[in-house]
């Protein structure tokens, strides 16, 4: 078992924002719990999964003593990431005088769609964003249990209050009586930053590229470094192109830090089935091995992508994403060296390497997981629960 790494959280300047990077369990739920804190007049929170534990509790307490000062608190959650918790979690909450709703929580046609954002956003000032859900593992720091791996930015600028904005149109849609999906899909775009060094980009189910879909692959192309630390890695072929691309027609350098361990070994051996032909293309590959891997921050050239998009074909054209994309050279430095920071705790994998990691049956077995997580999640959920609007 690899020692566990220590990341000190991190400040900085970019693009008009003040910026904080919370890496460990501890910082990350202490950022949490600080901005909630501060609040003096609002707070909302999205997050995927809110469950119930110690930790859910303490960020539970949290947020009745906002409401207790007279803090406006809006709290919504997703129906699927939440679909099993203990609804007595929420019941404090609402006595309170929280605002409270789920993000399609019934059986139906579109079951599988998942908001899988997590933001909250503070008097319409301050801003967090990043991959974290409120369950204890996620804030545990324990490289022999089930802790997890993940980063989280705290927002003190303008992009505070246009999150602030899509977040009240995502509350109107989840509580309006008829909730069409092309309503959705309007509120994604509609907020979606078409310009600007600061963009808060969204992702969902459209029928063509998401704003953020579309400006990853813009981005991707030309990039001459590419630095990506991704929880869950299984996109289409044609991603995976652009990214050997960096390497065999730019002259670059690309870096991809997956996870050796996770929940779910199926995405593990489906990131694996992928690694083949980026090491083909020159592309460098490592696997992270303290603690299981959450993070997903991507560095293209000068820009830095942070959030809760995954690499894999679910958060990159079926869930609802999002994404902050900041245009700053020093940034964008300091967060490669951060990705630097994590090789030496890492298996690097080489083609060599990986050729040699197992036989037949290990191989069809990572086909099989990426047929799974690209092709059968990706064409049933569409097919399915999209095909009407």
């Keep these: 078992m690899a020692a566990l790494q220590h990341f000190p959280p991190f400040t900085a300047q970019a693009a008009g924002h003040k910026l904080n990077v919370a890496i460990s369990g501890a910082d990350r739920l202490a950022a949490i719990l600080k901005i909630?804190?501060?609040?003096?007049?609002?707070?909302?929170?999205?997050?995927?999964?809110?469950?119930?534990?110690?930790?859910?509790?303490?960020?539970?307490?949290?947020?009745?003593?906002?409401?207790?000062?007279?803090?406006?608190?809006?709290?919504?959650?997703d129906g699927f990431g939440t679909a099993e918790r203990d609804d007595s979690i929420y019941e404090p909450l609402v006595e309170a005088g929280v605002g409270f709703a789920r993000f399609h929580s019934s059986w139906g046609r579109r079951y599988l769609l998942r908001n899988h954002q997590k933001i909250i956003v503070a008097d319409e000032k301050r801003a967090l964003v990043g991959g974290n859900n409120i369950v204890g593992h996620y804030f545990s720091d324990d490289p022999t249990g089930e802790s997890w791996h993940d980063l989280c930015l705290t927002i003190e600028g303008d992009a505070a209050v246009r999150l602030a904005r899509y977040f009240d149109a995502l509350r109107g849609w989840m509580t309006a009586r008829r909730r069409s999906l092309f309503r959705l899909l309007r509120i994604l775009k509609m907020h979606s930053d078409v310009e600007g060094p600061f963009r808060i980009l969204y992702g969902g189910p459209f029928q063509r590229l998401s704003p953020l879909?579309?400006?990853?692959?813009?981005?991707?192309?030309?990039?001459?470094?590419?630095?990506?630390?991704?929880?869950?890695?299984?996109p289409n072929g044609g991603m995976l192109k652009r990214i050997s691309r960096i390497v065999t027609n730019n002259g670059g350098e690309a870096r991809l830090l997956t996870a050796a361990r996770s929940d779910n070994e199926v995405t593990i051996a489906a990131a694996r089935h992928c690694y083949g032909r980026l090491l083909r293309g020159g592309v460098q590959v490592y696997e992270y091995l303290p603690q299981?891997?959450?993070?997903?921050?991507?560095?293209?050239?000068?820009?830095?992508?942070?959030?809760?998009?995954?690499?894999?074909?679910?958060?990159?054209?079926?869930?609802?994403?999002?994404?902050?994309?900041?245009?700053?050279?020093?940034?964008?430095?300091?967060?490669?060296?951060?990705?630097?920071?994590?090789?030496?705790?890492?298996?690097?994998?080489?083609?060599?390497?990986?050729?040699?990691?197992?036989?037949?049956?290990?191989?069809?077995?990572?086909?099989?997981?990426?047929?799974?997580?690209?092709?059968?999640d990706f064409t049933v959920t569409r097919g399915v629960n999209l095909r009407r609007r």
Aim: glycine letters at 6%.
């Design 36 to 77: 909630i804190d501060d609040a003096k007049h609002s707070l909302r929170l999205f997050f995927y999964i809110f469950g119930h534990d110690e930790i859910s509790i303490r960020v539970r307490e949290a947020l009745i003593d906002a409401t207790n000062r007279g803090v406006t608190v809006c709290l919504l959650v």
């Design 213 to 234: 879909t579309r400006s990853l692959k813009r981005d991707l192309h030309g990039t001459r470094r590419l630095d990506m630390v991704e929880a869950y890695f299984a």
């Design 292 to 376: 299981m891997l959450h993070m997903k921050l991507i560095v293209a050239d000068e820009i830095v992508y942070i959030g809760s998009a995954n690499f894999d074909m679910r958060s990159l054209y079926i869930n609802a994403e999002v994404m902050v994309r900041i245009v700053d050279r020093g940034f964008a430095n300091q967060m490669s060296a951060f990705v630097a920071e994590h090789l030496p705790a890492s298996t690097k994998v080489t083609l060599e390497s990986h050729r040699a990691s197992g036989g037949l049956l290990t191989k069809l077995g990572r086909r099989l997981a990426y047929y799974l997580m690209s092709t059968v």
